[in-house]
Nanobody
Framework: QVQLVESGGGLVQPGGSLRLSCTAS????????MGWYRQAPGKQRELVAT???????TYVDSVKGRCTISRDNAKNTVYLEMSSLKPEDTADYFC???????????????WGQGTQVTVSS
């Protein structure tokens, strides 16, 4: 099995910064992509940013210029640096990884439990 553990959420004032981390562990052969999604109260989960094994990244328009996703392949860890945070960034943030386990041929999606980010004065 594969487990994803997030950390780094919390309460921050508007304009502030946070760094989220997510580490994947288990019988991992390869991770094709890692990413962050978020879900605000009463809203659907949305993609925030993704990064593939080669380093290419994508971002939702609402966070471009304010967030940076990065990845440490050796540690199976993905980071999300967020700055100039706004109240509308308030949400539960979930880590996602597209993983091929040892002994398997296919990749599967795995999710973390989520970490809460609250932007409020």
């Amino acid at each position: 099995q594969v487990q994803l553990v997030e950390s780094g959420g919390g309460l921050v004032q508007p304009g502030g910064s946070l760094r989220l981390s997510c580490t994947a562990s288990g019988s991992i052969f390869s991770i094709a992509a890692m990413g962050w999604y978020r879900q605000a109260p009463g809203k659907q989960r949305e993609l925030v940013a993704t990064i593939i094994e080669g380093g290419a990244t994508t971002y939702v328009d609402s966070v471009k210029g304010r967030c940076t996703i990065s990845r440490d392949n050796a540690k199976n860890t993905v980071y999300l640096e967020m700055s100039s945070l706004k109240p509308e960034d308030t949400a539960d943030y979930f880590c996602n990884a597209y993983v091929r386990q040892v002994g398997e041929l296919q990749f599967r999606d795995y999710w973390g439990q989520g970490t809460q980010v609250t932007v409020s004065s």
